[in-house]
């Protein structure tokens, strides 16, 4: 078994495995949370389920049953084969049934506050994904509103077009403001940095544009994570 001080440290293609004390019902494939202390040598874990913050944080996936409480669980680096119909630069999040979900999947975690989203990792292929666990959050209602996870911007992905827009405007700077990301990496905003916010219709018109310093190239992903300003 390999264990690391410093997650920090951890190559990002090693792989970190340990075998584990499941429930009967947990599969393979589920993702899970540490549920004691460990017993001799293995964790005990169980499922997340994504309504309770107290399933949380989720620390790997199952990808092995021995027998009907034992298991292998994965912590990290790239994990083949276990999943399929993934789509390479999709980050994906703790599902609903458990299991790894996307954007607009059926197990998507609500955007109402009733779940909690938390990232598994990203797909490098549509069979991998490379487990990279982050910090839990819960979705927060402001104005009426709610913020919108993962949304697509508005514009070509060609490898040309630089310039994106959102269906309605967003709230810019401070802690709701906007998270650009591509291939699942959070972007900068600022002159000289990898994109720049701005207002369409002039200043006090709302912050609805996202302008890259780059073009995003055919088949990448951009995405953006925002509260609407309303």
Same mark, same amino acid.
């Given at each position: 078994?390999?264990?690391?001080?410093?997650?920090?440290?951890?190559?990002?293609?090693?792989?970190?495995?340990?075998?584990?004390?499941?429930?009967?019902?947990?599969?393979?494939?589920?993702?899970?949370?540490?549920?004691?202390?460990?017993?001799?040598?293995q964790?005990?874990?169980?499922?997340?389920?994504p309504?309770?913050?107290?399933?949380?944080?989720?620390?790997?996936?199952?990808?092995?049953?021995?027998?009907?409480?034992d298991?292998?669980?994965?912590?990290?680096?790239?994990?083949k084969?276990?999943?399929?119909?993934?789509?390479?630069?999709?980050?994906?999040?703790?599902?609903?049934?458990?299991?790894?979900?996307?954007?607009?999947? #059926?197990?998507?975690?609500?955007?109402?506050?009733?779940?909690?989203?938390?990232?598994?990792?990203?797909?490098?292929?549509?069979?991998?994904?490379?487990?990279?666990?982050?910090?839990?959050?819960?979705?927060?209602?402001?104005?009426?509103?709610?913020?919108?996870?993962?949304?697509?911007?508005?514009?070509?992905?060609? #490898?040309?077009?630089?310039?994106?827009?959102?269906?309605?405007?967003?709230?810019?700077?401070?802690?709701?403001?906007?998270?650009?990301?591509?291939?699942?990496?959070?972007?900068?905003?600022?002159?000289?940095?990898?994109?720049?916010?701005?207002?369409?219709?002039?200043?006090?018109?709302?912050?609805?544009?996202?302008?890259?310093?780059?073009?995003?190239r055919?088949?990448?992903?951009?995405?953006?994570?925002?509260?609407?300003?309303?």
């Amino acid at each position: 078994m390999v264990q690391k001080v410093n997650a920090a440290s951890i190559p990002r293609s090693e792989r970190i495995y340990g075998r584990a004390i499941c429930e009967a019902a947990d599969l393979a494939g589920d993702i899970v949370r540490i549920r004691g202390n460990k017993v001799g040598h293995q964790f005990l874990v169980k499922k997340v389920t994504p309504s309770e913050l107290g399933d949380f944080p989720a620390v790997g996936v199952i990808i092995r049953k021995d027998a009907s409480t034992d298991c292998v669980v994965q912590f990290h680096g790239p994990c083949k084969a276990l999943y399929a119909t993934l789509l390479y630069g999709q980050p994906y999040y703790v599902g609903t049934d458990s299991r790894p979900s996307g954007v607009g999947w #059926g197990n998507w975690p609500a955007a109402d506050g009733s779940n909690f989203f938390q990232q598994i990792g990203i797909a490098t292929s549509d069979t991998e994904i490379l487990l990279n666990f982050l910090t839990p959050g819960l979705s927060i209602p402001f104005a009426g509103g709610v913020r919108f996870y993962q949304q697509s911007l508005i514009g070509a992905i060609n #490898g040309v077009n630089t310039v994106f827009t959102t269906p309605s405007p967003f709230r810019h700077g401070g802690f709701d403001g906007e998270c650009v990301l591509y291939n699942g990496q959070r972007l900068f905003e600022g002159i000289g940095n990898d994109y720049v916010a701005s207002e369409s219709g002039g200043p006090g018109t709302g912050y609805d544009t996202i302008t890259t310093n780059f073009a995003a190239r055919t088949g990448h992903v951009l995405v953006i994570d925002y509260t609407p300003d309303i």
